[in-house]
Structure formats: C-alpha cells, structure tokens
C-alpha cells in the first residue's frame, strides 16, 4: 500500500510546479502564426518580461533551455580568445564556465565552495591581479540551484566599481528571477540569463538573455556570431518569427504570459515576500530537525540563503534513502544532493524547491511527508519541526 495516490508534488528546483492556469492556456489548439493573436502579444510580454527583471534594457528571448542563455549571452559579447572571470559558488558558476571554455572563451575560476557566497576581497584581489584588464566580462550565479547560496550582486557590482575595472558585469539569475529580488537596472547588472521553468512557472524550453547598453556595445565589437544566436533581430525584430529564430514557441509563449499576468496579479513585491515566508518555514523546519541528528542546512547564514531553494545536508547515503522514501510513501520529490561532490550528485544531501506556483499548505505539506519519512527510516532528528514552521507562516 502507497500513500502518494493523488496529485504529486514536485519539488525540485526546476521545473516547479505549473499552475493550471498556466496549463490551461497552453491547452489549445495550434494558433496561426504569421498573424492574429499571438504575434500582437508580443510587445507587452517582452514589456512584462523586462519588469519583472526591473530593467529598461533589451531582452532576447530563445528557444533553448538555460544552457541555450548562456551559450547565448557568451557568444553575443565575447570573441574566442577573450579571458574571463568566473566567482563560483556552486555547480552552475563551473557549467557557465565549460560553456565558456566550449566557445573559445578562457575562464579564471575563484572557487568559494559549496557553502559560501562570493567573498569580496578575494573576488577584488583577482580583479586587481588583472593590470592590463585582460578580463572581457565577470560571470556569477544570483542563486547557485546546487548550494542554495544566493549572493550579494549588488555588493559585487560595487566592488567592480570600486576596482576600475572594465569588465561587464554578466548575472545568471535562471534560479532566482521571480523569487528572489532581483534588481538589473539598480543593481548595475549589464547581461543576465534567465529561464522559464522556475519561477516563470512553464513548462521548460524558453530562455531569456537580458543586456543593457554595455553588453549591446559589447555585441558590436564581437566579429561573428550564428544567425540562431545573434540577440539583435530577436530585440529588433521585423518580422513576428525574428523574436525566436524560427517558428515561435506558440504554446510555451501563451503559458508565459499567463504566468506573466499571475505575477502582476500578485504584485511582485508580494511575490518575493510569499517566497521569503515559505523559504524561511523550511529553514524553521530544518533546524529543529538538526537538534537531535545530523541533518542541516548547507548556508548557515539566513541572510545568504535563496528563498526558491533550500540545500539540506543529513549525512551518509540517508539523502538518497529519504528522497526515495517520500517519493514512493507519499508522492513528494524532492531535489537530489547535485554538485555537492566534486561536481557530482551526494547521497548526503537533498534539496527542496520553494519556487514558484507554492503555498503554504503545500510547503507544510512536503515538511510533514519529510518528517514522516525520517520517522520511518529512523533518522535521528529533533522534534517540533512542523509546529516551528507553522508558527513562520503563522507570523507571515
């Protein structure tokens, strides 16, 4: 006998749970493409997608995954040969980095762990190494999805300031847009990626690459990039099909902006404070459970920590064995222990995934599956865990 008849709960970082909303309005029939309905959306989708990025700036919107937007942003402002700083928190700081590598494009690493956001002298002693300003751009990651760091891009994009470097400054927020405040314009971000899986809330496939002025002067000095990947037509479209390199991604496209107009249904301030809220009952949740076992979050800090995903370290292979145990008892499924191993996955850690289409009935809920599980396997763990993240969204 199972208990995880009924509707399942994914929560993994990535694809989040989709709003039927979201569903229902890519339930449709295939639209006509050259004219109509969906090429007139388009000038307030890229409107809306722009503010919930808080940028003025452009955005080019592909057909690809998150891997796609980087390749993208890479390929539009930097040459082969072109040399690169890479201040990495996690897994997804050294995938942006191979894809770099892959392009021709050279990488200096500053590894501050798997536990660690970016620490600033040390990220200003490597700018101040660079004398003849040989570094093209620095890359970071908002929110690393493997380490659930998320790091201070305000406080880098002043330390670049302070150092009088030239360097772009390029942003991964594929994690975090959405859920953790995110500010291009105000925080001086000059290329950000981001996706629509997480907290965009559809169904993956679209990407975005978002640049201001900066990194447009960057794609005039670049001397050849693909006709798929070139961001210009995508941003000056003539023709409907230019925004995507080909025939549009019509039913991703109605999914977004049903999504979209969630999101202003909501306010996006009341968006960031519902993910803050939910984040902070799993943390809540996961301290108690430490008390008396071994479990415990990967960022100690809460001032450090991404309110779309929570890093959780118990220790052993006991990840593995609780993540199989709520996903075949109970329905939920959680995020494996990915890059917290040279790279690879870990048997000692999982992760939860507050992104996004969630609430509090459905965060409660994964927390009281989690506990059901450590019960049955035994796991050592504290108690009053749930009353604790009750009491978060209580206070909320």
Same mark, same amino acid.
């Given at each position: 006998m199972s208990l995880a008849h009924g509707r399942p709960y994914l929560a993994i970082p990535g694809p989040s749970v989709m709003p039927d909303r979201v569903l229902r309005a890519m339930h449709r029939a295939a639209p006509n493409i050259?004219?109509?309905?969906?090429?007139?959306?388009?000038?307030?989708?890229?409107?809306?997608?722009?503010?919930? =990025?808080?940028?003025?700036? @452009?955005?080019?919107?592909?057909? %690809?995954? #998150?891997?796609?937007?980087?390749? &993208? +942003?890479?390929?539009?402002?930097?040459?082969?040969?072109?040399?690169?700083?890479?201040?990495?928190?996690?897994?997804?700081?050294?995938?942006?980095?191979?894809?770099?590598?892959?392009?021709?494009?050279?990488?200096?690493?500053?590894?501050?762990?798997?536990?660690?956001?970016?620490?600033?002298?040390?990220?200003?002693?490597?700018?101040?190494?660079?004398?003849?300003?040989?570094?093209?751009?620095?890359?970071?990651?908002?929110?690393?999805?493997?380490?659930?760091?998320?790091?201070?891009?305000?406080?880098?994009?002043?330390?670049?300031?302070?150092?009088?470097?030239?360097?772009?400054?390029?942003?991964?927020?594929? =994690?975090?847009?959405?859920? @953790?405040?995110?500010?291009?314009? %105000?925080? #001086?971000?000059?290329?950000?990626? &981001? +996706?629509?899986?997480?907290?965009?809330?559809?169904?993956?496939?679209?990407?975005?690459?978002?640049?201001?002025?900066?990194?447009?002067?960057?794609?005039?000095?670049?001397?050849?990039?693909?006709?798929?990947?070139?961001?210009?037509?995508?941003?000056?479209?003539?023709?409907?099909?230019?925004?995507?390199?080909?025939?549009?991604?019509s039913h991703h496209i109605y999914g977004l902006r049903e999504a979209l107009d969630m999101i202003a249904e909501e306010g996006l301030e009341n968006v960031f404070a519902r993910h803050k809220a939910l984040a902070s009952s799993v943390w809540a949740a996961v301290d108690a459970w430490g008390v008396g076992g071994s479990m415990r979050l990967n960022i100690t800090d809460p001032a450090k920590r991404s309110a779309a995903v929570t890093t959780v370290e118990i220790g052993g292979t006991l990840g593995n064995a609780l993540r199989e145990w709520v996903s075949e008892k109970a329905g939920l499924t959680l995020g494996i222990g990915l890059g917290m191993t040279d790279g690879r996955s870990s048997d000692g850690h999982f992760r939860i995934a507050h992104m996004g289409h969630v609430n509090s009935h459905m965060v409660l809920g994964a927390l009281g599956v989690i506990e059901a599980g450590l019960q049955a396997l035994e796991i050592p763990h504290g108690q009053g865990a749930l009353a604790a993240a009750a009491q978060v969204c209580a206070k909320a």
């Open positions: 050259y004219e109509g309905e969906l090429p007139a959306l388009m000038p307030d989708l890229v409107a809306d997608l722009k503010a919930v =990025a808080r940028t003025t700036g @452009d955005v080019a919107i592909y057909i %690809a995954n #998150g891997h796609g937007a980087w390749e &993208a +942003a890479l390929v539009n402002t930097h040459n082969p040969g072109d040399r690169v700083l890479v201040l990495a928190t996690g897994r997804f700081a050294f995938g942006w980095a191979e894809m770099a590598e892959r392009v021709g494009v050279h990488c200096d690493i500053v590894d501050f762990g798997r536990a660690s956001d970016i620490d600033l002298e040390r990220a200003a002693e490597a700018l101040a190494a660079d004398n003849t300003q040989a570094y093209k751009s620095v890359l970071v990651t908002h929110v690393d999805t493997s380490t659930s760091v998320r790091n201070d891009v305000a406080a880098v994009r002043k330390m670049l300031d302070a150092s009088g470097h030239s360097a772009m400054f390029m942003v991964d927020c594929i =994690a975090s847009l959405a859920c @953790d405040r995110f500010e291009m314009d %105000a925080w #001086g971000v000059d290329v950000m990626v &981001a +996706a629509c899986q997480k907290g965009l809330m559809t169904p993956p496939g679209v990407s975005f690459v978002y640049f201001n002025a900066k990194g447009s002067a960057a794609r005039d000095a670049v001397a050849n990039v693909s006709a798929y990947w070139d961001w210009r037509p995508r941003t000056r479209p003539e023709e409907f099909y230019q925004y995507f390199g080909g025939t549009a991604p």
